[in-house]
């Protein structure tokens, strides 16, 4: 394995906040742009290669799209220069992390909302820049996630949502209506009855009722949802992961494990194995998916047809996750968007709404073709409708994606003073003791005690 | 005789001023091509480092950090999840190096008596894994390591009816799993250096050995073992070295999971930095194992290092 | 018994730059039973290879090797009973002088107390007592010389092969150590094979010397035979310091005629020489055997020639005077008592009774 340096990552990196820290006597330079034109005011945007281009069906990359819309912005205004930055998903987010924590973010960078962001003190709120309009077209769900402390934070390109997916042909064969789960949701029995019926042996090959990952805590805390638990945190500090609605959730994960409906190396089973596991019929429904699923989907059905791909076709459905008896379907769900930021050396109020405009054309109503691309909802209904096509709004599978995402809440906004110690007992606990549990090695009781007593220690009622 | 008042000579030179100009305008050369590796070190490794000790008394914020005093060495030491990640840097640490110098020392064994062509080809061969990408040899583990029996080694397992073992999602075998790829990994490098210092070795010495009556063992025991040491000291401490810094498989592999069983030092820093961006925490941490790493390494060559010359 | 013998044995190397190459070629000799047998010739021309193939370092392409009365052909080294000094010593650098000393017994599985006795014997005849302790780079080249013996007397062996043991040292113990090995040889009464590419060292220290050329023994006797009658040129021109001179010239009745001087060959001589009658021939004069006229006190009838001296080279009780015979540099050796000066004509007597008449096509000495 090629080495991996941290000692000098994190010197780089220190050298980095340091460098710039030496820059604080300099406070006169604020304001006026340091390269080029000093009439010229250059705003720079950080984001991903969300879609690739592709030749055969003309369609253009993303970086492509987002010049035109630079150009366009350009144009409408003068004297404002845009530099972007395509960053690459692996890397981008550590690159990020150093720039903010230097003092020196993009004034523009594509993220999903993050309380750390705004605790640093950089982030900008948006909500003095958005319109009346802008605000009444957004999805609620979406303006929610970006609002910490009753201030926007970002504007949503899309608002992506949390699946099961399933193999029509498996699950009409154990005698299920889809549509009807589609539209009205299924509960935890009704759930493991029919994962039940889809568990067998076919030709010596295992095929499982479910599959899911198991190497962190996302289908428990998914399930959670479903069980009237929205947070691991409440907002004023309490622990939620505990008691009976913990237990009862476990013991319904460890139920699908010891009789067999969902793999007993679930632990060892990632996102990507998972989906191969789908697709190779070893399971009739897994999760999680999401929207996105259908376009890959299609593609993967397109590829066999051409004989690029052995395999077998599949009728993809997307299912709702399953909710215990009594209680509401709870989608999760996030919202991808554009965050404003100024810089520790503040270049002023202009600037900043020089930023603030360029956020808002990249999130526009024709920046709903990003998650009509991947299949996944605008955050604008005028993005909905402009690209209902794209977005098989007609379908079955379409009008559920409608449907679910009328479920999403947003999580907790965590108060700055236990955001951290959220996060440590996450790393430290919950995950980690979700992994012995998950594969067997301790029970659901002891695996809650286990939390709850992490928790106590970090001063969590 | 000619050679002591030779030397003598230089030593009482008197120094004045004269000489210093003709000894820079000699020299002057060498101490512009020094400055230029001093300045990057300076501005590089010394600058950073102290800016990184300050941080570590500090609660770091990018608007105004807040000094704390020893709060985050305090933190640390009281922090249970620290300790867990010292316990699996030094089990990684005292599983991986010694026997990796073994199997390196091993494999240079096999491949030296071979002619030039196969040297070669070996040398290539062993070295070559070093240089591919991290990301496609953590595929390739991934899939040895799937806990069905889709995987390689669970695959071999069920062939001599043995069950499925989930490698990386038992806390009991996970760390044992990353000790593993480090067995199979790249020893390329090693083996080099070991050939090279096996060349170095006159060949007269095993012809005293034979007509000395010893066998391949005692020739390997007496000879090749010792005159191989500096060889030996130098790959064990840069792989102690390594080793206590291991991080990029902890993070391409397993995230430190599962249940903290493969959650390393080097591992831990990269989580307090950047996802809960405590940086001055991370900076203590990484002190201490800098400290940590120091201290062996002077133990070692304190305690191992000889001077040998044929 | 410790003697050693080589049977038709010849040594072929798989050369890259040369090819197939032969550096012993049919070598037949016994080494006999506490003999001080010195091999000696030129540097490349098989010595080395030679002590290798009865140490059992290098296997012969032909031939067979004995040791004592065993064939060791295919013999390893450790089953031979030999011990061998290596040219630039071979010390193990990590070991002290005792670990170095020792080696060899302990791989023997001796018990501890032999060794200690054996080393510490050892140790007391080489004088190497209060280093045992030391590593070798602690030690002089001439202190590491004497470990290397050490380590070959500690196991008694049969027989000892010294390869060049004597040329990393300055002269000076060059000529101690000459000394030391002598006295070791009568002391331990061993049979040793010694190589070396100085003659001088060879007929100080042989009992017996081969003489080598390119692969080829030329000569195998006693340095006095070998000064008195080497069997060709090239012996002759080897043995000797400096060498043999060689004029060349013609037998004629009781002369030897050569491009400036008239010899005249002592009579007892001449009935050896028949065959040779009207013949080309080479004269071959040893330095020694040219005298200053003035150092004689009966002035001689014949053989005396009057050159001019070119060079004269001071070596303190003797020096070497150079001069020309047609176009042959001849070098002759004077007592200091009876300096002579360069550029002068000076009177010379080529004493006839010592000389030695060679077939200029075979080389072969006439006899
Ligand atoms: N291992 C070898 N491979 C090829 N040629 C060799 C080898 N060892 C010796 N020779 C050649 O054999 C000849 C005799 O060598 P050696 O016995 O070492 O000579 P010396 O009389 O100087 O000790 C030399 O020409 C040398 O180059
Ligand atoms: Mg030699």
New binding site residues.
């Given amino acids: 394995m090629k080495k991996f340096n941290l000692f000098v990552f994190l010197l780089t990196f220190i050298l980095i906040l340091t460098a710039c820290n030496g820059n604080e006597g300099d406070q006169t330079g604020a304001g006026t742009d340091s390269e080029g034109n000093a009439d010229e005011d250059v705003v720079t945007v950080w984001t991903y290669p969300h879609y690739e281009g592709n030749e055969e069906t003309g369609q253009q990359s993303y970086e492509e799209d987002l010049k035109d819309l630079i150009a366009e912005f350009e144009a409408e205004n003068p004297g404002v220069k845009v530099k972007h930055e395509i960053l690459s998903w692996a890397e981008g987010g550590k690159k990020f992390t150093a720039a903010l924590n230097s003092g020196n973010p993009p004034d523009v960078f594509f993220s999903l909302f993050d309380e750390k962001y705004v605790n640093t003190g950089l982030a900008v709120p948006l909500t003095d820049y958005v319109t009346e309009e802008d605000l009444a077209d957004l999805n609620d769900f979406g303006e929610q996630m970006y609002t910490y402390e009753d201030q926007l934070w970002g504007f949503p390109h899309y608002i992506s949502v949390h699946t099961w997916g399933g193999n029509r042909a498996m699950l009409e064969e154990a005698g299920v209506d889809v549509e009807k789960i589609q539209q009205e949701g299924w509960t935890w029995d009704e759930f493991y009855e029919i994962a039940k019926k889809g568990t067998k042996t076919v030709e010596g090959k295992e095929v499982y009722g479910f599959v899911t990952q198991g190497q962190n805590e996302e289908t428990y805390t998914q399930l959670m949802m479903q069980n009237g638990v929205r947070n691991m945190v409440s907002e004023d500090g309490e622990f939620m992961f505990k008691g009976d609605k913990a237990l009862e959730t476990l013991s319904f994960l460890e139920r699908l494990r010891n009789d067999g409906i969902m793999p007993k190396e679930t632990g060892g089973i990632d996102p990507a194995k998972a989906d191969v596991m789908f697709n190779n019929g070893q399971a009739m429904i897994y999760g999680r998916t999401g929207p996105y699923k259908i376009r890959e989907n299609e593609n993967r059905n397109a590829d066999i047809d051409a004989g690029k791909v052995d395999g077998e076709k599949i009728d993809f459905v997307l299912l709702p996750l399953p909710h215990n008896d009594g209680e509401k379907e709870n989608a999760f769900g996030g919202a991808g968007g554009l965050m404003l930021f100024k810089q520790k050396d503040d270049k002023g109020e202009a600037h900043t709404e020089n930023a603030a405009k360029l956020l808002l054309k990249l999130t526009s109503t024709e920046s709903g073709k990003l998650g009509a691309t991947l299949f996944i909802p605008p955050s604008r209904q005028s993005g909905q409708e402009m690209y209902k096509e794209e977005l098989k709004l007609d379908t079955p599978n379409g009008q559920f994606v409608q449907r679910y995402i009328t479920t999403l809440t947003p999580g907790a906004k965590l108060p700055e003073a236990i955001v951290q110690n959220a996060g440590k007992l996450k790393t430290e606990s919950v995950i980690p003791n979700y992994q012995s549990f998950i594969i067997g090695n301790a029970t659901a009781e002891e695996t809650v005690k286990a939390w709850e007593d992490y928790a106590k220690t970090l001063g969590f009622k | 005789m000619i050679e002591s008042s030779q030397s003598s000579g230089i030593k009482t030179k008197r120094f004045t001023w004269e000489n210093t100009k003709q000894f820079f305008r000699d020299y002057g050369w060498c101490y512009a091509f020094i400055l230029i590796p001093l300045i990057l070190f300076v501005l590089f490794t010394v600058y950073p480092l102290v800016m990184a000790f300050i941080y570590s008394f500090q609660r770091y914020s990018v608007l105004g950090s807040e000094w704390i005093g020893l709060d985050n060495y305090k933190s640390l030491m009281n922090s249970s999840v620290f300790w867990t990640a010292m316990k699996n840097t030094l089990i990684y640490t005292a599983a991986t190096v010694p026997v990796n110098i073994l199997i390196t020392l091993f494999l240079a064994l096999m491949i030296f008596p071979l002619n030039n062509k196969s040297q070669t080809f070996f040398k290539a061969a062993f070295y070559l894994p070093g240089v591919t990408s991290g990301i496609t040899m953590s595929l390739i583990w991934l899939w040895i390591f799937d806990p069905t029996g889709a995987g390689l080694l669970n695959a071999i397992f069920n062939l001599f009816g043995l069950d499925s073992v989930m490698w990386l999602a038992n806390p009991d075998t996970a760390l044992f799993s990353l000790i593993l790829m480090t067995y199979l990994g790249a020893h390329g490098a090693g083996i080099l250096l070991y050939l090279a210092a096996m060349g170095g070795i006159p060949k007269s010495l095993y012809e005293a050995a034979d007509i000395d009556h010893a066998g391949w063992w005692s020739k390997l025991k007496n000879i090749t073992w010792p005159l191989l040491k500096p060889t030996t000291l130098y790959l064990l401490v840069m792989g102690i070295i390594s080793s206590f810094q291991v991080f990029e498989q902890a993070y391409v592999m397993t995230m430190g999971g599962p249940n903290l069983a493969t959650t390393t030092i080097a591992y831990l820093i990269y989580d307090h930095a950047f996802q809960s961006f405590d940086f001055g925490l991370a900076a203590a941490e990484s002190f201490v194992l800098g400290f940590i790493i120091i201290v062996i390494s002077v133990i070692q060559f304190k305690f191992m290092s000889t001077d040998i010359e044929y | 018994m410790s003697e050693v013998r080589f049977v038709q044995v010849s040594?072929e190397?798989?050369?890259n730059n040369?090819g197939k190459?032969m550096?012993?070629k049919n070598a037949d000799f016994t080494i006999r039973d506490k003999e001080f047998m010195v091999?000696v010739?030129?540097?490349?021309?098989?010595?080395?290879?030679?002590?290798?193939m009865i140490a059992g370092l290098?296997r012969q392409t032909s031939g067979d090797i004995y040791i004592g009365d065993r064939i060791v052909n295919k013999a390893h080294p450790k089953d031979r009973d030999i011990a061998m000094v290596f040219q630039d010593y071979a010390l193990y650098p990590h070991m002290t002088i005792r670990e170095n000393m020792s080696f060899g017994l302990k791989n023997l599985k001796r018990p501890k107390s032999e060794i200690d006795e054996k080393v510490t014997e050892a140790a007391r005849i080489l004088s190497l007592e209060t280093l045992l302790d030391r590593k070798p780079r602690e030690l002089s080249g001439g202190q590491r010389q004497r470990v290397a013996v050490g380590r070959a007397i500690v196991r008694n062996p049969k027989v000892f092969l010294f390869?060049?043991p004597l040329s990393n040292l300055d002269a000076k113990l060059r000529v101690q150590m000459r000394i030391e090995l002598s006295e070791l040889h009568k002391r331990l009464g061993a049979t040793i094979v010694y190589?070396t590419?100085d003659q001088v060292e060879a007929m100080t220290l042989g009992t017996r010397i081969v003489v080598?050329n390119q692969?080829e023994i030329q000569q195998i006797d006693t340095p006095e035979e070998l000064y008195k009658n080497p069997k060709n040129m090239f012996v002759a021109g080897f043995i000797g310091s400096p060498p043999m001179n060689f004029v060349k010239g013609r037998l004629e009745g009781n002369t030897i005629q050569t491009a400036e001087h008239v010899f005249f060959v002592p009579e007892h001589m001449l009935s050896t020489y028949k065959a040779y009658q009207g013949k080309e021939v080479t004269l071959g004069i040893r330095p020694e055997d040219i005298l200053n006229l003035e150092q004689l006190t009966v002035q001689p009838a014949h053989n005396i020639i009057e050159p001019v001296i070119k060079v004269v080279e001071h070596l303190g009780s003797e020096f070497l005077v150079y001069f020309s015979i047609g176009e042959e540099t001849i070098v002759a050796k004077f007592n200091a008592d009876y300096p002579v000066k360069a550029f002068t004509k000076q009177q010379l007597y080529v004493n006839m009774d010592k000389m030695t008449l060679f077939d200029p096509e075979t080389q072969f000495r006439i006899s």
Avoid: I, Q, W, Y
């Fill in positions: 040594k190397f798989e050369d040369k190459f550096a012993v091999f010739g030129p540097s490349g021309c098989g010595k080395t290879t030679s002590l290798r290098e390869d060049e190589v590419h080598m692969g």
